[in-house]
């Protein structure tokens, strides 16, 4: 099939996917997965099938989804924040994410001891070891600021098996954060509950689009990418997310942008179309490639993001018992920001949209430092 590498072709194989995922989400069965977790099921499954571009057959559609795609989608969604029950969420969530971040380094450490990947990966284990570390504390920034410290990207199939590994990984904790919340709901009932959304679960249907909010909106969508971008590149300390996200804020109190309709929906949907790609990055097929070695880095790799989940759920199930807060906390921990602020959207959880944002952008201060402690114990 010469045509899999067409983005046309791709694109329009991620919207066919999004559509399906939300009409499955919507039968008897599918409720209980929600269209979130849908989408990244049919995605992954149609990548590893080879029927769309995967994460090692990668095309620059899928680096423009989560470049241009995944800011403005989270832009879109923070236009209708409640700041006020964002306070009553921040310190809850910022608590968890410290308490998961260490998890995250005391699980890798514990792996290194129980598995001893050094026998496998010889002196490179220490360096991959500080780059799990990074990036399940707060996502790839702190992954790749590790490797080219050590100039780790140069060890071309080492490299890109560790990248495949985080891949699939992620997608699977994913997939175990959109779940858990549901399961445990019913064993252990929520104790406590931050004040949420009265809107429907899934998204709104009722919310209308005119063409003039519709210019509106793509207008200050890109205007406000545009600028958080230019700041970047002036002041490369403050991350992007962070302009842009305060951008959005505070557009969201002015009486004009508040009136705009869609902006909802608008952000939904980008938030889908960027859950489709992670979705094609859980490529199986590149791990089992990797034959020992990748096994050898799965099991490394799992293991420490399981560890930290169980330390987070018990925690936070015993202190606070809101299990879409704590799934939140923890896919900021391993997926950073982005996928973080999906499941927010997933959960219909407005109100913890900004915090998610916020304890992902400190994962990406705190991870890369964790990363280098790592190191130097092993």
């Given at each position: ?94 608590g968890l994410f410290i308490l998961g971040s260490f998890a995250t380094a005391l699980g890798i450490l514990i792996s290194w001891c129980l598995l001893s990947p050094e026998n496998t990966l010889g002196e490179d ?213 982005s996928t973080a602020i999906a499941l927010a959207e997933s959960f219909n959880r407005k109100e913890l ?26």
């Open positions: 099939m010469g045509f899999i590498n067409n983005p046309t072709y791709v694109l329009t194989v991620l919207s066919l996917v999004v559509i399906l995922g939300v009409y499955v989400g919507k039968t008897k069965l599918g409720k209980h997965l929600g269209a979130a977790l849908l989408i990244i099921i049919f995605t992954a499954i149609l990548a590893n099938l080879k029927v769309i571009p995967s994460a090692s057959t990668s095309i620059p559609l899928y680096h423009g989804i989560f470049t241009y795609v995944a800011p403005i989608s989270i832009f879109y969604l923070l236009l209708n924040i409640n700041l006020s029950s964002i306070k009553r969420a921040g310190i809850p969530m910022i284990g220490k360096i991959i070891a500080g780059m799990l570390t990074g990036t399940y504390t707060g996502g790839s920034v702190n992954f790749n600021a590790i490797a080219l410290e050590y100039g780790f990207q140069k060890k071309g199939a080492l490299y890109a098996g560790t990248i495949a590994v985080d891949n699939v990984i992620t997608t699977l904790w994913i997939i175990v954060t959109l779940a858990f919340p549901i399961f445990l709901s019913r064993f252990w009932p929520t104790k406590t509950r931050i004040k949420r959304s009265q809107e429907n679960e899934e998204f709104i249907e009722d919310e209308s689009i005119n063409l003039t909010s519709l210019m509106w909106l793509v207008f200050l969508g890109l205007g406000a990418y545009f600028v958080s971008d230019e700041l970047k590149s002036y002041v490369p300390q403050v991350p992007s997310i962070i302009t842009i996200s305060t951008i959005g804020i505070l557009l969201a109190q002015t009486t004009f942008v508040s009136k705009l309709k869609g902006s909802h929906n608008l952000g939904l949907y980008l938030v889908f179309l960027f859950l489709a790609v992670i979705g094609a990055y859980c490529e199986l097929s590149a791990v089992i490639d990797l034959k020992d070695l990748g096994l050898t880095l799965f099991l490394f790799a799992g293991f420490s993001v399981v560890f930290h989940g169980v330390i987070t759920i018990l925690v936070g199930g015993f202190i606070y018992r809101d299990w879409e807060m704590i799934a939140i906390v923890s896919q900021a921990n391993v997926g950073g920001s949209i900004l915090p998610a944002i916020l304890v992902g952008s400190l994962g990406n201060a705190l991870g890369t430092y964790l990363g280098f402690l790592v190191i130097y114990i092993l």
